[in-house]
């Protein structure tokens, strides 16, 4: 199952949509939507996995191999649908303010923010926390359609040096300005995600508070 939060009085909001680690829509993912909300954001986190994890089994799953499994199942193209059917529900709420959309995601969740920035129109900006820069994600760098703000570690073992400079290359290239990224020297893979060992509480506060104020600037 998704996941979302809204304040609670009456008019429409500025609206996020959050996209899920490989671990799909866990309670971490809800306190996102949780932190969110109490910022004023109307934030929902669609359940991508769900064709393939009809139980809901994925988030206390431990085995990598079968996690992985489940992910790999949830194609570009699936995901873009979804994102898609996202788009339509939330324009069609009431308290909604459809022309103050963002997006952001988490590892894979990255990785797809990029791609929904790329393929929509409908968001202003994005942010992208340690996604995958390889693929589709580097290929559609000049389609991008919101600028997206790149939050993403030093120590990061799958995500290169290399890699950002080939995407910030990209970004050049196709003369998307507006798009930033930011490397945290000291901080891991997942730091700011503060149920895992690769938690950076000076990272990903400074991070959270950089999201933020992208957002704003871009009228989210």
Known sequence: MGAGARPAGAGRYPTVLVINEIFGVHEWIRDVCR?????????VAPAFFFRADRE???????????IIAIVNQASDAQVMGDVHATLQWLEAQPFVDKKRLAVTGFCWGGGKTWRSCETFAD????????????GDVINHAAELKAPVLGLYGGLDKGITEADV???????KAGGKTGSE?????????????????SYN???GKDGWARMLAFFRAHGV
């Open 201 to 203: 509480p000076e990272a």
């Open 123 to 134: 968001f202003k900006c994005g942010a992208a926390w340690y996604g995958p820069l390889k």
């Open 35 to 43: 932190r969110l909300a109490h910022l004023g954001y109307v934030a």
């Open 165 to 171: 400079e080939a995407m910030r290359a990209a970004l």
């Open 181 to 197: 990224i930011i490397v945290f020297p000291k901080a891991e893979h997942g730091f700011l995600a503060d149920y895992r060992p």
């Open 56 to 66: 809901g089994k994925l988030p206390g799953m431990t085995n990598f191999a079968d």
